[in-house]
């Protein structure tokens, strides 16, 4: 028999290495655009079509290449960053292995224009798929231009493996923040189809940090800074009553370099400890600079994972720095004993006495008869209580308004334990996750019925401020939220105006509706694959639901009882998880001995 290995030819070698540096658009940009901070730019240019499927163009005005160096630049292992192997132990550049430039080479149509600021006249070099079009001198700025087209134009399968344009561009934006949050000392631009989505000044880091966030960032950061012999941190941790719901704003930057560290995130999250209520998470922006040589960044292919030699003396650092300083800035309740750390329980019920648990409802209780005829109000007046429970400076424990009541009380016992609802009709025990079954109730309203709020319109417009990358995510969600009630306008850079919401909803409540549905959706775009009207359904369901654990008023949990009850789906919560059981007597020897 013959002999059967072969080496490969270099395209399919450059092919099948590129697919570990570069999987989409946004791997590509982030190792052009970190070409440009690595050749010293103070500006860097990011135009890019169509989520960079199209084009991705990067202008910086750095360095530059020699005609010899454009040309090798494309070669795989070509870098000017080391030279030993020794070299790999003090790394302050973003890249260092040459592969970057051959990996997107290899996978798309590039064309590049550079000059030396010494130099008169630049080189203009056209590589498609790793092969050499053109090379010639051409009048060209100092710095350089990179135009990447078609990326995998010549892999379709990889090409086809690209998300939506929406999530590709979510992925740009992040890539692009990283490195921006990274080097405040650079400004930075980017624009995607003509619209410009960051313009980001040379700036300090506050300032960085705010301009990518939107202004009321500001007043959210709490400075870190430490100096140890060992390493040196420095940065904001955002103050826990702004916490998130998702893990968006965490960013750990080590010798400028953002990576994804577990070990050290739990560090932060720990030096918070009780502060974030369980279902946040605490947002920062932290900055270590640390000696290159007791870390190794040679550990994963695109360098966002590093090795640190002594990651325990780097853990209580970290750990102990957020501490001290969200101790010092007042925001730790051993200091400041007025703060509550449970963020999500609306502000009045925190000082309120906790109702008495158990309930038994009047057998001979007329909703009707009450002041407030809540049974003709219709479903939409759940806004007007919902967002009373929202409001953290409302007087008393908030009520829900009841949809229906039926007129014949079919529960006789009927009470709160905690999340709970626990009934009693006839011969049957109910239990019902309140948040859950609410958040049901609504999905249904929205996503089934079509039932949306009418817009009602504001005395005082609001405008509402976004980073760059919500305010594209807003962009797409515009036409669907009008749909919901909500009427805004672009009304300059990432601000919107906002001048109707849905009817029975105050603004604030609505602005922080799409602060959370914003939130929500980010969420949600990675997690179900479901089409954009239903997360908008469920976005708006999470947010208006009742909160977890909040008092509710015997006709709030009859109505919610009722509705459930109606509902198809009813027992079962909209990420489905069961959130309601009904438990006959009979059944509950069985239930005791486990079988139910
Ligand atoms: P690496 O960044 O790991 O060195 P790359 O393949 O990304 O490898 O780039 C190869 C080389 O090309 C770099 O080392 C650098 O010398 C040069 N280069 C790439 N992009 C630029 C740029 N925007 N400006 C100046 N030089 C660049
Ligand atoms: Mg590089």
Not at 1 to 8: A, N
Not at 436 to 456: G, N, S, T, V
Request: hydrophobic share 40%; charged share 25%; glycine share 6%.
């Amino acid at each position: 028999m013959s002999d059967m290995i072969r080496l490969l030819p270099e395209t399919v070698a450059n092919q099948i290495a590129a697919g570990e540096v570069i999987q989409r658009p946004a791997s590509a940009l982030k190792e052009l655009v970190e070409n440009a901070v690595d050749a010293g730019s103070t500006k860097i240019e990011v135009f890019i079509k169509d989520s960079g499927k199209s084009s991705i163009h990067i202008i910086d005005n750095g360095c530059g290449m020699s005609p010899t160096d454009a040309r090798l630049s494309f070669s795989r292992h070509a870098t000017s960053k080391i030279r030993t192997a020794e070299d790999l132990f003090s790394i302050r550049t973003k890249g260092f292995r040459g592969e970057a430039l051959a990996s997107v080479a290899a996978v798309a149509q590039v064309e590049i224009k550079t000059r030396r600021h010494e130099d008169e006249t630049g080189t203009l070099l056209q590589v498609d798929g790793n092969v050499f079009k053109l090379q010639e001198p051409v009048s060209t700025a100092p710095g350089t231009s990179i135009l990447v087209r078609n990326l995998f134009f010549n892999i379709p399968a990889r090409r086809n493996f690209l998300k939506s344009d929406s999530i590709e561009a979510r992925h740009i934006i992040d890539e692009f923040e990283r490195i921006a949050l990274a080097h405040p000392e650079v400004s930075f631009h980017l624009n995607q189809n003509g619209v410009e989505i960051f313009k980001l000044p040379v700036s300090n880091l506050r300032q960085r940090i705010v301009n990518v966030n939107g202004a009321n960032y500001n007043e959210r950061l709490v400075p870190v800074h430490e100096e140890t012999s060992l390493l040196t941190i420095s940065g904001f941790v955002g103050k826990p009553e702004f916490s998130k719901k998702t893990r968006g704003e965490q960013f750990l930057f080590v010798n400028k370099r953002y990576i994804k560290d577990g070990y050290l995130n739990h560090a932060v999250t720990n030096a918070f400890e009780e502060l974030l209520s369980k279902d946040s998470y605490a947002s920062y922006w932290l900055y270590i600079d640390i000696d290159p040589s007791r870390i190794d960044v040679n550990i994963h292919p695109t360098k966002t994972e590093i090795k640190f030699e002594d990651e325990r003396s780097v853990y209580a650092i970290v750990r102990a720095s957020v501490k001290r300083s969200l101790g010092q800035y007042n925001v730790s309740p051993a200091l400041d004993f007025d703060r509550e750390p449970t963020f999500d329980v609306p502000h009045a019920m925190r000082f309120k006495a906790v109702n008495k648990p158990m309930v038994t409802v009047n057998t001979d209780y007329n909703p009707f008869k009450s002041s407030t005829p809540l049974a003709s109000a219709g479903w939409e007046k759940m806004y007007d209580r919902l967002q009373e429970v929202e409001v953290k400076s409302h007087e008393s424990p908030a009520t829900l308004p009841l949809p229906e009541v039926p007129e014949k009380q079919e529960y006789t016992t009927l009470f709160q334990l905690q999340g709970f609802i626990i009934g009693k009709k006839q011969e049957t025990l109910l239990i019902i996750d309140a948040t859950a079954a609410h958040e049901r109730i609504l999905y249904d309203r929205f996503l089934l019925k079509e039932e949306m709020p009418l817009p009602q319109h504001d005395l005082f417009p609001q405008t509402l401020n976004f980073s760059a990358g919500d305010f594209h995510l807003i962009q797409e969600m515009e036409e669907d939220l009008r749909s919901m009630g909500f009427d805004m306008k672009v009304f300059g850079v990432n601000t919107y105006v906002l001048q109707a919401t849905p009817s029975g909803m105050m603004t604030g409540n609505a602005v922080q509706l799409i602060e959370r549905m914003l939130e929500q959706f980010k969420n949600n775009a990675s997690n179900y694959s479901t089409g954009k009207r239903e997360l908008l359904a469920r976005a708006l369901s999470k947010s208006m639901a009742i909160k977890k654990g909040s008092q509710l008023s015997t006709d709030e949990m009859l109505a919610i009882v009722n509705e459930i009850e109606k509902s198809e789906k009813g027992k079962t919560g909209i990420d489905g998880k069961r959130c309601a059981i009904y438990l006959k007597a009979s059944e509950l020897s069985e239930f005791l001995k486990g079988s139910i």
